[in-house]
């Protein structure tokens, strides 16, 4: 049975996983081939070349991982650190909640600095603690960029700002998930030591590439670093480059094609030209739910997200349910609202292939489900809201100019 089936095309407005191009289906609709040929390396050599301009570094080394964001993480950890190692993490909503839950059960002291859901991460509380830190106890910062439950983005100039302060030697370890390739990311500029991300978000594939990127810095720790690891060696995959035959496992031949086609198109638009469309699509939805009357689960403007909006609903109505009839009624798919926030808020996702029509037909579809669930609003307040102002800020697509 087809799930997804109806007439026309499904709206995915999920936070990722993402809209997948049409070229990126196509490049990815071919055959095994045999891994040790000549032609995957060539391949391979480029996607490791050009894949570190998504993260702006010109002196990181990247890794492909056959993994999600999840085992992203834990190569990013593993690799860099040793088993009671003490790491300062932010807690901020369900995805840095379990990015900490994976420290803890890897063995290492972390000290959670938790904020209200809604809120950025607490650099208040990052400054005391490296103030107070002389004997450099603390190995690693641990923080997620873009906390896709909440729809809050940290600002990760300041955390680097605030260790170069205190010139404490801590590691800088970035979760990228929900914003590389969708907002402004700069791995050298910041000082980041690993950032990750994962295929299904931003960078419009399907799910199965955890892309890690390890500062020379972080390649050092990688030396003496004692947690153990097998799968996420970065040792293992340092000595296939080195061969040049790049991979010490079978990788995913089609995803490999997939990424080769994803980069050409976000290269062909300008990255500068993507991060301005996801702040374009960012801006008129939350000029929408200002129309609508409705609350944005981010607490301040600094912090509010060009990839995700989280709406709060009124106590009256089930977020889920919104989120249910979309998808039943509208053929719709929106984000739930997840652990503290469940019920209370819904999520639309506007990163990765995506352009201005598209999201207004998902805000018609939201102002339709939010009248179904008994909310007041006004058919039509929330698309004009966007469409006002898509209309006066939308560019000529780069490649038709
Ligand atoms: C910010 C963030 N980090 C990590 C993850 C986990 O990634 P995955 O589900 O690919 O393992 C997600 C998933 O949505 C995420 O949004």
């Given at each position: 049975m087809d799930y997804v089936n109806g007439p026309g095309r499904n709206h995915l407005f999920v936070p990722g996983p993402v809209n997948i191009p049409d070229q990126v289906i196509r490049a990815m609709s071919r055959n095994n081939e045999d891994?040790?040929?000549p032609a995957i390396p060539a391949l391979t050599k480029t996607l490791l070349e050009d894949v570190k301009q998504i993260f702006k570094t010109t002196s990181g080394t990247p890794f492909l991982f056959p993994t999600t964001g999840t085992g992203a993480w834990e190569s990013a950890l593993t690799n860099t650190l040793s088993p009671g190692d003490r790491i300062v993490s932010f807690l901020i909503g369900q995805f840095s909640l379990l990015w900490i839950d994976q420290q803890q059960r890897l063995n290492f002291n972390v000290d959670v600095v938790e904020s209200e859901w809604g809120q950025g991460a607490n650099l208040d509380t990052l400054a005391s603690k490296l103030a107070e830190d002389r004997a450099h106890t603390i190995k690693a910062i641990c923080i997620v960029?873009?906390?896709?439950?909440?729809g809050v983005t940290n600002n990760l100039a300041t955390v680097r700002k605030i260790l170069n302060q205190y010139n404490h030697p801590a590691l800088l370890l970035v979760d990228?998930?929900?914003?590389?390739?969708?907002l402004d990311f700069r791995m050298d500029e910041w000082g980041v030591d690993v950032a990750l991300t994962g295929?299904?978000?931003?960078?419009?594939?399907?799910?199965?590439i955890g892309i890690v990127c390890a500062s020379p810095k972080a390649i050092e720790a990688s030396k003496s670093a004692k947690s153990v690891r097998v799968f996420f060696d970065w040792k293992d995959y340092l000595k296939f480059y080195k061969m040049g035959t790049y991979w010490p496992y079978t990788p995913s031949i089609q995803l490999l094609y997939g990424l080769r086609a994803a980069l050409d198109l976000l290269f062909e638009e300008g990255l500068d030209n993507v991060i301005a469309r996801h702040n374009r699509l960012a801006t008129a939805t939350r000029l929408a739910v200002d129309a609508w009357g409705l609350k944005n689960c981010t607490q301040k403007e600094e912090w509010h997200s060009d990839t995700v909006t989280a709406v709060v609903v009124p106590g009256?109505?089930?977020s889920s349910e919104i989120v249910r009839r979309a998808w039943k009624r509208y053929n719709l798919s929106l984000g739930l609202g997840l652990n503290k926030v469940a019920g209370k808020v819904f999520r639309i996702g506007h990163l990765g292939n995506l352009n201005e029509l598209q999201l207004l037909g998902c805000l018609g579809g939201v102002e339709m489900v939010l009248k179904d669930v008994g909310y007041p609003v006004k058919l039509g307040s929330g698309v004009a809201a966007a469409a006002a102002y898509l209309q006066n800020t939308t560019p000529l697509i780069p490649s038709r100019i």
């Open positions: 891994y040790r040929s960029h873009n906390e896709t439950a909440t990228g998930v929900s914003s590389i390739c969708a295929s299904q978000k931003a960078l419009s594939l399907p799910t199965g009256y109505i089930d």
